[in-house]
């Protein structure tokens, strides 16, 4: 089974987590948790490319 968030839990612990934490600390820790998942999707990074589309929001920080 998958789960989901709604757009209003997700942004109200991202709020919470954004008021204690340095700025830009939770992108950062979304972009590495991403790239770790790719990689792991992946098996072998070295000269790979990889293209990701993503939808409106702060979710193309997530691709930096």
Do not use: C, F, K
Request: proline content about 2%.
């Amino acid at each position: 089974m998958r789960r989901a968030h709604t757009v209003e839990q997700v942004r109200a612990a991202e709020s919470e987590l954004m008021a204690r934490l340095p700025e830009g600390t939770l992108m950062q820790r979304a972009a590495h948790g991403l790239a770790g998942a790719i990689a792991d999707w992946l098996g072998s990074t070295y000269g790979r490319r990889v293209v990701l589309l993503v939808g409106s929001g702060d979710n193309g920080g997530d691709a930096l």
